[in-house]
């Protein structure tokens, strides 16, 4: 059974804390994803990547950065956390050629006081 | 770029049909992807159209009609365990492996 996880399901921190959120598949995709979901919003993509030590931008990468140092581990970094961060962050796998089909994980709902 | 419109809700009744409509603009198009979210859980993969007509699984269909940049999800014989946010996803016409999702619809079904 495919499985994404991620670190935390609920996080409170303050702002201007460095704030870490860690993905893990367990599929050996070549493709992961993060994503933002605001309601109203839908899902946002934040940062993407299609191998080991690739990153590229999506539509909103500002204030935000990502580590990807092995292929089942991908990691989103909020360098100052800030209360417009506030949101679900949604990670995402998907084979190399076959992204229309994403596995997410559970979410982690994070508050920044 | 990509941009899909999709209504933001939908009511019906146990038992019935709904029909949730997503239309698109591309610059590129591959197919189209429909995912599921129950509140506070993750999308899950629904179905994906790449070629014009019905695709069907179960109780769900999904068609396309890339001549209208259109495309449905059939929900058949209502459940309430069908209530949930439907979102539809389009390649990002970039060449890379990323999807852009509707902003989705509201599904609600009533006893």
């Known amino acids: 059974d495919v499985k994404v996880t991620q670190s935390s399901r609920y996080l409170v921190k303050r702002t201007g804390e460095k704030v870490f959120l860690e993905c893990v598949q367990d599929?050996?995709?070549?493709?992961m994803f993060w994503y933002r979901q605001d309601p109203g919003l839908g899902l946002r993509l934040i940062y993407f990547s299609y191998d080991v030590k690739m990153k590229e931008k999506g539509d909103i990468p500002e204030g935000y950065s990502v580590s990807r140092e092995k292929k089942e581990r991908f990691s989103l970094i909020l360098e100052s956390a800030s209360t417009n961060q506030t949101s679900m962050y949604l990670c995402?796998?998907?084979?190399?050629?076959?992204?229309?089909?994403?596995?997410f994980g559970p979410g982690t709902r994070l508050t920044v006081l | 770029g990509q941009s899909l419109e999709q209504p933001s809700e939908v009511t019906a009744v146990e038992g019935a049909i709904v029909q949730i409509n997503c239309t698109y603009q591309?610059?590129?198009?591959?197919?189209l992807s429909w995912y599921q979210q129950h509140d506070g859980g993750a999308p899950t993969f629904l179905s994906y159209n790449a070629l014009d007509g019905l695709e069907e699984t179960g109780r769900f269909s999904s068609f396309l009609s890339r001549s209208d940049s259109y495309g449905y999800l059939l929900l058949q014989e209502l459940q309430m365990k069908d209530s949930a946010s439907y979102f539809c996803a389009v390649r990002d016409g970039t060449g890379f492996q990323k999807l852009v999702f509707g902003t989705g619809t509201r599904l609600l079904v009533s006893p």
């Open positions: 591309t610059s590129g198009f591959y197919g």
């Open positions: 995402a796998s998907s084979m190399g050629t076959n992204t229309d089909t994403q596995y």
């Open positions: 599929m050996d995709h070549e493709n």
